[in-house]
């Protein structure tokens, strides 16, 4: 039963978009001013017109071959020795407190230093080897967490090869971990918070958002003001601003609210899905098997007949159009319906620090954690056009003031004002233009 609902969701998911045959035809060694790690931000450039005045090319891990042969087994060798003394170490320091938290290391470790630093390094080394030859001004690259993209970045580093990287979700701590040299800031959050990590303001780009929608909803009818659309979320890491069963909370108590309110349709509209979850980050992921457990838990509920799922893959913007609510965990999705003016109610506090900040200071937060002040909170936003109003209006005023403010350059300018700016430092430090690559 498994593999014929796994066949069935696999007809969900979309194909991702082809990289352009012309630049695949950059691979390799070939030298370009701008080299791309992420394949995401390839597909972004791709999409900017602009971008073809920019010298840039994509490069991809396929490039760096598949980890083997007697190279990658002494890195293995090696790897394997360096832990059996941290674990002799550790097991030494915690002889007399088997209790402590820091035994779960010895497992940890164990795993991570068989198959994750191997592999990481191998093609560390690889890209070390490639980014020497091809000697670009820029290397770009994205922040997401369990990236072997990661494997270019560190090497472009440590051969002094600039590296700006594209912040979606994560942004890197610079006390402890990836610190890139310029940071484009897709949003007003995330260059609040890069400056609150200790990322340096004069290296932080704000760049126009490829989330926020274009335009503001057309007038709507009649139903779409009974339609409770809730945009769905999953655990995503070390730095997730929601625990990994928050979803299943909120299952329940839409399928409470739903029986409250028969008069009114819940949509429940499931992430999309992303990579398979991995070995050393059992956590991490939205794939077939995590939806197929979800969708059971919700049957397991006994929805009434006004609760409908939503399949991943579909368009939210398209559902967006239909709701009159959005009710929002910890997706993006809600500040999409900021923009398109459609109110939106968490349903838990939402995180303050690294989610949303500033949004109480704006007036835009609407919270409801029971099925009585969810079912109240629809009410007073149908029957009150004023207070609906101006909930709409803080909500706009805060993507447009702070979240998604207006006027952003796009992408493919940010990038051309990192590399001017490296040219005016090369210019004022050696009195000369830097020669091309």
Known sequence: MKRRWQRLVNRWKKKPAPVATALQGKLGGQRASVLCCSIRLSRMLQGQPESLDLDWAYVSDELLGKPEGAEFERLKSGYAEWWRKCADELRALLKDNPGDPRSILLDLGEGQSRETYPRFAWKYLRARDHLAQARPKLLLCDTQEGSDERAWSLAASELGIPVAAYTYDHIPQPRFSFSPDWLLC????????????????????????????????????????????YADSYYSGTSATVE??????????????????????????????????????????????????????????????????????EDMLVHLQKAGVL??????????????????????????????????????????????????EVARLENDPAHAAAQIRNQRRYVDEFYWSSGRQSLTEGIQAILREQTAAHIASTGTAEADP
């Open 186 to 229: 897709d949003s007003g959050r995330n260059a609040h918070i890069a400056q609150l990590r200790g990322h340096q303001a004069d290296r932080i780009v704000p760049v126009a958002s490829h989330r926020r929608p274009a335009a503001a909803l057309k007038e709507r009818d009649g139903e779409s003001s009974k339609i409770l659309l």
């Open 244 to 313: 990994p069963q928050r979803s299943y909370l909120h299952y329940r108590l839409l399928v409470e609210t739903a029986r409250q309110m028969p008069g009114h349709q819940f949509h429940l509209k499931f992430h999309p899905l992303r990579d398979r979850k991995k070995v050393e980050q059992c956590f991490i992921g939205m794939d077939e098997d995590e939806l197929y457990v979800r969708m059971r838990y919700i049957e397991s509920l006994n929805p009434p007949p006004n609760v409908k799922m939503i399949p991943p893959e």
């Open 327 to 376: 009710l929002n965990s910890n997706s993006t999705a809600g500040l999409e319906a900021f923009v398109l003016g459609v109110p939106v109610i968490f349903l838990y506090e939402p995180n303050t620090e690294l989610g949303f900040p500033l949004i109480h200071e704006h007036g835009a937060c609407l919270v409801a954690t029971t099925s009585d002040s969810l079912a109240a």
